[in-house]
């Protein structure tokens, strides 16, 4: 699941290659967290296990601000974990297939015909984002709903409506609404609702404590809010949690997520055969997961993102190492602080990041407009932080860089290149530039 934007990162220190347990560098990890602490750049929880052991755990932040009191997050704060979702949902299809209930080749027109292009749509494509299915998600029109409850049919009748992207197969693209549909059928196929599948077919049979099927955020029970920073913490909306279903609906802490990793790759849930299949890339795509090197260790896993949490969950198989960093707020990102912290267990050379304070933000504040695209950005300030925010968009703050006049938004891929004497800057994102003047 995706939604806004956001991010976060890590260090260095020593673990070596296959089955072992050797001491990470905690206080490097602490600096480095305790960093980004410090700096308003993340809120969030990471564990670290080690053969099925948990070797390291910290959390920054709060789990609530404000709301009405403030709660210190702890390793008992549950987050959403947005698409994380997608990997229970791809574990208990393939259960399935290995009960001979479903097969990778079963059509979707099996169970929703009125999906354009059902009869070519099979299983095994919906699992590895080459169905051609659009991405609700990316719709104008999902802003609108996304914060009020959706039945089954409302959303069947959205995704009917759709036109696909492109020939099922043909390629992958990424897409929530083939997960959303994966939970739709094996609803249909087992007769039970997916909360019920997930703690049956997984929760349960690892005794995972606290993981489960989201609702609304209940700071009672040690869920997080999820904010935003541009100067001060701000409350972020949340998605109404019937709407991701099996493509990004579930809760959990980063503890949880390892041990379901590790479940996982020790044959807990699927047969040897379906994991090797749920491992296999086609188009840097694998079945509900993702490969990623790292100095010549692969890892598997997969990254979320809903309102403004953000999580990274990751596997070394051959170093029975399981990493995962759950964050309810920050703009740095998640992925870049696992980047980090494979770094100090792998005893890679790492720098813990700097932040640079740029004093008399006055002179950049304004509202800028462009003659090539058709949108206003706001720019303002709040004590020492500098905010953007895109005409309909929610404001993300700036971060100063070591090059004068030049700020980015890294989550986003960001870049602002000021001209103060003009009045003007340059927007830079996606290989696309724009010049901006004030108005």
Known sequence: MIKRILALAFVATGLTTGSYAQSINKPRLDSLL???????????????????????QKSI????????????????????????????TGVMVMQLVDEGKLTLETTLDKFYPEVQNAAKITIGMMLSHHSGLHNFTNDPAYMSYMLSPQTHEQMLTRIAAMKPDFEPGSKGQ??????????????????KTYPELVKQRIINKIGLKDTYYGV?????????YSYTYDGKWKKFV????????GAGSMVST?????????????????????????????????????????????????????DAYR??????????????????????????????????????????PTFVEVKGLDKYVGVYSSQKIPIKITITKEGNVLSAQATGQSAFPLDATKTADKFEFEAAGIVMEFRPAKGEFTLKQGGGEFVFVKQ
């Open 34 to 56: 305790n960093v980004l602490a410090a700096n308003n750049k993340s809120m969030g929880s990471l564990a670290i296990s080690q053969n099925g052991t948990i070797v390291y």
């Open 61 to 88: 932040g709060n789990e609530a601000i404000d709301s009405p009191a403030t709660i210190p997050a702890s390793a008992k704060t549950k987050y959403r974990i947005g698409s994380i979702s997608k990997m229970f």
């Open 174 to 191: 990424y897409s929530n609404t083939n997960f959303v549909l994966l939970s739709y059928i094996i609803e249909k196929v087992t007769r």
């Open 216 to 224: 609304k955020t209940n700071t009672a029970n040690n869920e997080a």
């Open 238 to 245: 949340e998605t109404d949690m019937s709407i991701p279903t």
């Open 254 to 306: 980063p503890a949880d997520l390892d041990k379901f990793i590790e479940a996982l790759f020790a044959g807990k849930f699927v047969k040897p055969a379906s994991l090797e299949l749920m491992k296999t890339m086609k188009d840097n795509f694998g079945l509900a997961m993702f490969l990623s090197p790292f100095k010549g260790k692969n890892s598997y896993g997969h990254g979320g993102a809903i």
């Open 311 to 352: 999580s990274e969950l990751a596997y070394f198989p051959e170093q029975k190492l399981a990493i995962s960093y759950t964050a309810n707020g920050g703009s740095y990102d998640p992925s870049k602080i696992m980047q980090g912290v494979f770094s100090i267990c792998f005893n890679e050379p790492y720098t813990i």
